[in-house]
């Protein structure tokens, strides 16, 4: 299809709109944390480091952080563990059910934080009478996070080898041997990629967390949402947001670094580097 | 490595007999020879958490909208009632609530379907292969940054004086203001990249040698699109929409943020889990929008999206 020249520029200059306006209410946020107006009004007058300075002394701040960084690092352990296992499973072996399972782990992150949400506080409250805490935020948390993991084991594992583990096993190593001599070490960027997307999808996460956080607790961004409309925190609120967003894109980046498979989610899985 | 002495394997006399081997050789002895084995070994972990977990907590959800809240101790008691459901399809407040919901899901998909299209289009088949990488990077880091902190940004776009009303004004538009078109602005916003994603992936399946062939044979581009892509293309969009649209029926935070007094069905359901103490009622209103996702799953299950999903 031959596309004429002028086709091809307002195509680009579409593309280049539409990324402004992906980016640019993100660059606010930023720019807004350094505005001396408390109001942040547009044009910002002046510019200011007290709230970062005041967000590192916040105790309300600090707890969530370390709440917010235990919370994404059980969650990823757990869905590491069992993302590995099912990705092993479902790819290596044919055995009924193997189509209904594949639909069930994208099921968490494709059907609305809500559902997922009331689900687990409902089955928590009511049903097993179990109090709010972080390990019912850990459980929802590594519920859909598996996929992450999944995902990107399950692209590593297509292409790899299995003549490797045959040989392996062919040379009398035991299954555990060679899992841990073979299989491991080609799963290892995989593993790490994965990890680091659970992680951010936990460190961020705010609509099952709201469901299933007991009530003296806070995440970061449980934090954010209870100091939003109070006027007087709101300089800090805009800090801890450029916070979020930092802690959740270094990892993509580095897992796109990583994983040369794909980083992305259920529908957006799309290969990006070619090697 | 020694993993010849270690593991003898099944059938071969024990390398070195005479000394016991350990519980451990012996298990991934019997794992070796049992694929049955291995499979359960690895299946019953991460299965059983997602039955018991997620399905489970899904199905008790359908049993608790039909159970009651006991007015007296504010605890669920387990009568069993259709007053909840019927509550929600009958009452005009919640037959309101549930259209505009359905509105605003619909508009999102429509808007960002209007800025995925051409942008997709040029990221698969204008831009050269350097570019191609660094564009679809530039739409996925977005898409991980946190869903929250991306309403936030929009309070302040939006707010009194903020950089909409700054950028609007010269050229005679007006901020909405928080309110209903808030919410779709915001949410559209939210969601684009679930979008571009996925199409972006259809385009690039698309070969060009189609293309060229349908060029070749006479086709204006405007028809090589309508006739020969657009086919191909429509599982792509239709994953896209499945995205946008189910994120959009259960938002409730967007609404809360930014869209002032609009309630949705996430709202509501919220509202009843927390200040009105009513799960089963929240569990009846949280069925509308399960309802919703899985007739339009159900409807789009034939173009074959649900693979590209």
Redesign the interface.
Known sequence: ????RN??VS??V??AL??L??????L??VV?SFNADR?????PRGFTLEWWGRAFDSTGVREAVVSSLWVALVSTIISL???T??A??LL??K?F?RDV?SL?????I???????G??????F???LGVSLSMWTVV?AH??FC?VTVFNNVIARLRRMHGGLEEA??????????TFR?VTFPQLRSALLAGGL?AF??SF????VT??TIGAGDTTL?IW??QN?FRPNQAPV??VV?VV??VV??VP??LA?RLSGDS??I?????????D | MTLQTQHPVPGAPPAAAGVPRPKAHRFSALLHRSPNLRLAGLVTAPAGWLVLVYIAALAALLITAFWTVDTFTGKVSTVWTTENVVTVLTDPVYQRITLRTLWIAIAVTLIDLVLALPMAFFIAKVASPRWQKLLVVAVLMPLWASYLVKAYAWRNVLADGGLLEWLGTPIGLESPGYGETAVILTLAYIWLPFMILPIYAGFDRVPDSLLEASGDLGAKPLTTMRLVMFPLLVPSIIAGTIFTFSLSLGDYITAQIVGGTTQMLGTVVYANVGAANNLPFAAAVSLVPIAIITLYLFIVRRSGALNSL
Not at chain 1, 1 to 4: K, V
Not at chain 1, 21 to 26: C, K, M, Q, S
Not at chain 1, 266 to 274: F, Q
């Open positions: 299809m031959r596309l004429s086709a091809k195509l680009g579409v593309t539409v990324l306006f992906i980016y640019l209410p993100l606010l946020v807004n109001t942040f009004g547009w044009p563990v069992l993302g296992l099912l092993l499973a290596r072996y055995f059910g399972i069930l782990v994208i099921l968490p494709a059907l609305p934080g809500i559902v997922t009331i689900a687990l506080n409902n089955m409250t009511t049903i459980i590594a519920t598996m392996s096993a062919d040379l009398g190593a035991g299954v555990f041997t001599l997307l951010a999808l961020d996460e705010i609509i709201t469901f961004p954010i949402l939003l609120v805009n947001a979020l967003i959740s894109i993509i980046w796109q980083v992305g259920g529908a957006t899985r799309v290969k990006v580097t070619e």
